[in-house]
Each structure stands twice: as structure tokens, then as C-alpha cells.
């Protein structure tokens, strides 16, 4: 029986923007979500995250539904704008006593809170007023709601997260304006990353410096999809190698290695930010443990300078930076979002970073994967979902045995959301939500967590 070390942690995620609803109430201000949403055709049939799954009402029957199931502990992130309504100076202490009472609601039902402080719900004040993270002045904005934070939690959050997908911030906010705050541009993607870094180091020194007494730990969240050589050709292998650095290597190796790839450098010259000497100490080492969020696998060919679209949703980035083709197999499995299951891709991205950054501490902190859920009887048998769970998993438990340090595993996600610009129709969560009624239904893929979680390890053949 292939089984996890006894003191893997085993979680759910969530974020605010996607669960809480509440958008208006009790002092929180608008985040660039709530202003984006509001713009006829930018998101599927119009939906918002308004009510969301009203977890602002319903957390404590959430954590109940995660006490039932078992989970060890639970990632959540915290809307800056409800803690600070105009992302600065003004503290909202209703949004304060919100998310006190959801960390004091855990630790009672023996979960442990894993807390992103940004999970792209960046108060609107600060990109009307500011510009948003193409000002460098938000690296210090970002650092004083932190320090809010870690001043009010801290004392029972050992767990934190600073920012959640830098790359899906640039890349989908400022490039290719898909997602909030919606701008379209060649090189403000690569700004909005360099202050990402900046603003992550300030906070993880803070940290580190102030709240050493509180005993946490903290670091950062970063995402990648595998990238295959789409032939055996040393073009498609260099061209495989460049999408993932200019995926993950672009946020990941300033903070283990000093600086950003040498290949971005390259290619990007001046669209690309130097980081000082001074910036590069703080930023070099400033992350506790290696963050990852993962989801598919795409194969990765040399477009030899021309630029072609990119096939079946993927997501490369600028592709003209890279000149990279990306494409999936016609017989792998795709998900409701198009994205191809593919475990055996999980486990070399596991070893790609296990190699590159000389064996850090992995948290695969989302994994998960949609599909069309419907509720027949009152039960959902999503049993996709079921042996994606189980064959990403057996890949992890494969990583392990090779050597890798995987810690800990958070599912994504705990219930079915508002899921950014697809609406609700796109179902990732372990519970089905009614988004009429607000029900929450556990579907055949919880009830496997939890047996799996109560034995302290996880039986991955199928």
C-alpha cells in the first residue's frame, strides 16, 4: 500500500474574493473583483462575486464540513480591502474581527490555518489612486498590511503565505487583461512582477525581524504547469526549458538564486526591471518553504522566432518572449477547463524544482481540477474527479520516494465558487454548492479525503 509520511500535512483552499461574498458589508471596500465584475461581457453571464458562497454568513458550518472530512489544515486567503478598506492607514475592525474569528473557529475544530495575504483582490483605491503594482510604491503598502495582519493573527497563524500566483497577476492582470484590473500590455506584466518580488521580501523581512517571537513560517505561492519537449529535438528541450523559466523561474529564482533567468535577461532586456544589489539581499532567501500550485501539462516546441496562437487554453505567457509553441496530446483527458490531466507531469515538475532550487521544502499548495458536477438523488458522483485526485497523488507519493521533499498537499478546492472570469459554471470544490439555495453537498471525492486523511496516509492505486 503506497502511503504518506505520517506528518504530511493534508489540506483545502479557498480565497476571499471567490467564497465570502459580503462585498459590501460592514466596512470593506471595493477591490479591483468587485469593480472588474461589474463590467457588462467581462465575465461569464455577468456574474459577480457579491454573494459568492456566502461564507462571511456560513464559515462556521464550512469549518464544520472540514472537521468532517478530516482536513489537517486549511488555506484561506484575507481581502486586504476588508482589513484595510482603502488598502491603506485606516485599519476596518470588523474585518478584522471576522477573520479572528474564523482562525479562533479552527483551531477549535484542530485545523490549522494556512493564510495568503494576497490572493488578487487588490483594493481599488490603490489602482485608481496608485496604479495598482505598477507603482513601487505598493511594496510598502503591501508591508504595512501585512505588518496589520501579523500584528492581529500572529499570535495563532504560524502559517503564511505571502502572495498567491504572481505570474496569474501579471500575466492575466496587466498583459493580457483577462482578469482584473484588466490591462493589456507587452511590458507592465513584467513591472507588476518585479514589484510582486519586492513587496513579498519587505513583508517576509518584517516577519522575520518583528514577529520572530510568533515561531511561523512564510513564503510564497508561486504556479507552474509542466512543459514537455514536444519532440527529442535539442530545440524543443531548450524550448521546453524556457517556458517553464519564464513561468515559474521568473518569480521562483530571484528568491533562491539571487536574481531572475538568465534567459529572461536576455531576451527581455530593458522590459525587464534590474533588481539593486540592496534588493537582491532581501529578496535572496526570503521564502521558508517552495509554495506550488499546479494543475496540467502542456508539450512545448521552438516556433523558430514565429509567433503562432496558442492551442487548446493554454496559458504561456508573452509568447512572442519565448518563442514557444505549446500544444496537449489529442488522447490525454481534459478537464471542464481544457486542461489536460496528466499526473506523470506533476511529478517532474516536483523534481524540476527539487533539482533546481536544491531540494526545498514543497507544498503543493492547489491541485485540483473541474467538471460539469450535477446533483442527482442529493448526491454528486464526480467520480473524475475522484481518480484525478488519486493519480496526482500516487505522482506525489511517486516524487516522494525519489527523494523529493513534498510536505503537504491542499486540494482545490474545498467547495464550488465564483471562479474569476468563468462564473460559477466551472466546479472544482470537494463539496457541491446549489448557488441558489447555498447548500453545500459533499461529493464522492470528500468522502475519499476523508478516508484517506483519517488514516494518516493515502492509499493512491487505483
Not at 103 to 124: F, G, M, N, S
Not at 254 to 276: E, H, N, T
Request: proline share 4%; net charge negative.
Amino acid at each position: 500500500m503506497n502511503k504518506f509520511p505520517k506528518d504530511f500535512v493534508w489540506g483545502t483552499a479557498t480565497s476571499s474574493y471567490q467564497i465570502e461574498g459580503a462585498s459590501d458589508l460592514d466596512g470593506k471596500g471595493p477591490s479591483i473583483w468587485d469593480a472588474f465584475c461589474s463590467i457588462p461581457g467581462k465575465i461569464n453571464n455577468n456574474e459577480t462575486g457579491n454573494v459568492a458562497c456566502d461564507h462571511y454568513h456560513k464559515f462556521k458550518e464550512d469549518i464544520r464540513l472540514m472537521k468532517d472530512m478530516g482536513v489537517k489544515a486549511y488555506r484561506f486567503s484575507i481581502a486586504w480591502s476588508r482589513i484595510m478598506p482603502t488598502g491603506k492607514e485606516t485599519v476596518n475592525e470588523k474585518g478584522i474581527q471576522f477573520y479572528s474569528e474564523i482562525i479562533d473557529e479552527l483551531l477549535k475544530a484542530d485545523i490549522v490555518p494556512w493564510v495568503t495575504l494576497y490572493h488578487w483582490d487588490l483594493p481599488l483605491a490603490l489602482q485608481m489612486e496608485n496604479d495598482g503594482w505598477l507603482n513601487k510604491d505598493i511594496t510598502d503598502y503591501f508591508k504595512e498590511y501585512a505588518d496589520v495582519c501579523f500584528d492581529q493573527f500572529g499570535d495563532r497563524v504560524k502559517n503564511w503565505i505571502t502572495l498567491n500566483e504572481p505570474w496569474v497577476v501579471s500575466i492575466l492582470g496587466y498583459g493580457q487583461g483577462v482578469f482584473a484590473p484588466g490591462r493589456v500590455s507587452k511590458s507592465e506584466p513584467y513591472l507588476a512582477g518585479h514589484h510582486l518580488i519586492i513587496a513579498h521580501a519587505k513583508s517576509v523581512k518584517l516577519y522575520r525581524e518583528k514577529y520572530a517571537h510568533q515561531k511561523g513560517k512564510i513564503g510564497i505561492s508561486n504556479n507552474c504547469d509542466w512543459r514537455e519537449p514536444l519532440t527529442e529535438s535539442i530545440e524543443d528541450k531548450a524550448a521546453a526549458e524556457r517556458a517553464i523559466e519564464f513561468f515559474i523561474a521568473w518569480f521562483a529564482d530571484p528568491i533562491y538564486l539571487g536574481d531572475y533567468p538568465k534567459v529572461m535577461k536576455k531576451r527581455l532586456k530593458a522590459r525587464l526591471p534590474s533588481f539593486s544589489e540592496e534588493e537582491k539581499e532581501l529578496i535572496k532567501g526570503s521564502s521558508d518553504f517552495f509554495g506550488l500550485n499546479h494543475y496540467t501539462t502542456m508539450y512545448a516546441a521552438n516556433s523558430d522566432g514565429i509567433t503562432k496562437e496558442i492551442a487548446v487554453n493554454g496559458n504561456g505567457g508573452i509568447s512572442e518572449d519565448q518563442d514557444v509553441d505549446l500544444s496537449i496530446n489529442k488522447d490525454w483527458k481534459v478537464t471542464l477547463m481544457g486542461w489536460a490531466v496528466v499526473p506523470w507531469g506533476c511529478k517532474k515538475l516536483l523534481k524540476w524544482i527539487d533539482k533546481r532550487y536544491h531540494k526545498p521544502n514543497i507544498y503543493i499548495t492547489e491541485n485540483g481540477c473541474a467538471y460539469p458536477d450535477k446533483l442527482i438523488d442529493g448526491e454528486i458522483n464526480d467520480q473524475d474527479r475522484l481518480e484525478f485526485y488519486q493519480e496526482y497523488l500516487k505522482a506525489c507519493q511517486e516524487a516522494i520516494a525519489e527523494g523529493v521533499n513534498l510536505k503537504g498537499y491542499f486540494a482545490w478546492s474545498f467547495m464550488d465558487n465564483f471562479e474569476w472570469a468563468s462564473g460559477y459554471e466551472q466546479r472544482f470544490g470537494l463539496h457541491y454548492v446549489d448557488f441558489e439555495t447555498l447548500e453545500r453537498i459533499p461529493k464522492k471525492s470528500a468522502n475519499w479525503f476523508k478516508k484517506a486523511i483519517k488514516n494518516e496516509s493515502a492509499e493512491v492505486t487505483l
